[in-house]
């Protein structure tokens, strides 16, 4: 069997798994979409590679040897196929456009739904499927040249289809309501589109009432009916909407963009603004009496002072 007929089985099962109806059997139908997705990505490396050898590129470890008359060529070691971030590398190095941030938004929704499943979850089930269908379609089309509605038959492209059209609407409907609330800070705006459910963790969130202040606004699920306030999911929303960038930053050797707020303590505390974003909190110092550099939120015991003036002037006064 070839990878891309194995593709589209375990894509076609997967959408059999949803249409079962059987809550059980919704977790099987993510992993069997996901895998499906994998195996595409697999089929175009396997395209790309030497005639004399299809399966290299798809092989994790790839080593450069000499043959006898003196060439150079690579052959693939041992038998593990590549991982996702190999395939990510390859495609980088081969220039082959993916939707990264969509597929990786997937796999994250996946793992959370295989730890909280419930059987409130069938609209994460049906958001997985509709970001998967616009990851498929897109890499049949782009990238294998194949027409997704005949590849996959009219069964799976029609269910597809209304799952992701039904998802669509509804995601747009929550987006028109969040939309008419205002969040005062733009890393507050930034980061609701990151808003989940506390009960489900549906993404489908409406803001039935939008006049109260931000953190207290009335949220409610479209999925489970659950009612919950702002400030119960603000630290999940920065968290997921900054926490990229402050893995990225301390690696750097830089700051995190967001810390622990010393009035509150929820990790809302953002430098851009100034403030806390739940509690707005501020700094009484914002910058070095002395050097002038912008003072962070430990700084602040030192009375307006650095950590390295303040380690100057202990010397001096200690003199
Ligand atoms: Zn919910
Ligand atoms: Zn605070
Ligand atoms: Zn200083």
Redesign the pocket.
């Known amino acids: 069997m070839t990878i891309i007929k194995n593709a589209i089985d375990s894509i076609q099962i997967g959408i059999e798994d949803h249409q079962a109806n059987d809550d059980r059997r919704n977790i099987s139908a993510v992993r069997n979409i996901s895998a499906g997705i994998l195996l595409l990505y697999k089929e175009k490396l396997c395209q790309l590679s030497p005639k004399d050898n299809k399966e290299l590129l798809i092989k994790q470890n790839i080593r450069p040897v000499r043959t006898e008359d003196g060439t150079i060529q690579f052959e693939g070691k041992g038998h593990k196929t590549v991982d996702v971030q190999s395939i990510k590398d390859r495609f980088k190095s081969l220039n082959i456009g993916v939707d990264w941030s969509r597929f990786d938004n997937i796999n994250r929704l996946r793992n959370d739904l295989e730890h909280y499943y419930t059987s409130e979850s069938p609209d994460t089930v049906r958001e997985i499927i509709a970001k998967s269908f616009l990851l498929i379609r897109d890499f049949l089309t782009e990238q294998l040249k194949l027409d997704p509605q005949e590849v996959l038959g009219n069964n799976a492209w029609s269910v597809l289809l209304s799952v992701t059209e039904i998802y669509m609407a509804e995601e747009k409907s929550c987006q028109i309501s969040l939309e008419k609330v205002d969040w005062v800070y733009s890393t507050v705006t930034d980061s609701i589109k990151y808003m989940r459910c506390t009960n489900c963790h549906s993404s489908l969130i409406e803001a039935p009432d939008s006049d109260e202040y931000y953190t207290s606004i009335p949220l409610r699920c479209r999925s489970c009916n659950e009612d919950f306030t702002f400030d119960e999911v603000i630290e999940q929303c920065i968290d997921d909407s900054l926490g990229g960038e402050a893995i990225q930053s301390v690696m750097d050797g830089d700051h995190s963009p967001y810390d622990t707020?010393l009035?509150?303590?929820?990790e809302?505390?953002i430098y851009t603004e100034g403030k806390?974003v739940?509690?707005?909190?501020e700094m009484e110092h914002t910058s070095c009496e002395i050097c002038g550099e912008g003072l962070r939120l430990e700084d602040q015991w030192n009375e307006g002072k650095c950590g390295y003036c303040q380690y100057k002037w202990e010397k001096v006064m200690a003199e």
């Open positions: 707020c009035s509150c303590d929820k809302t505390f806390c739940a509690c707005e909190f």
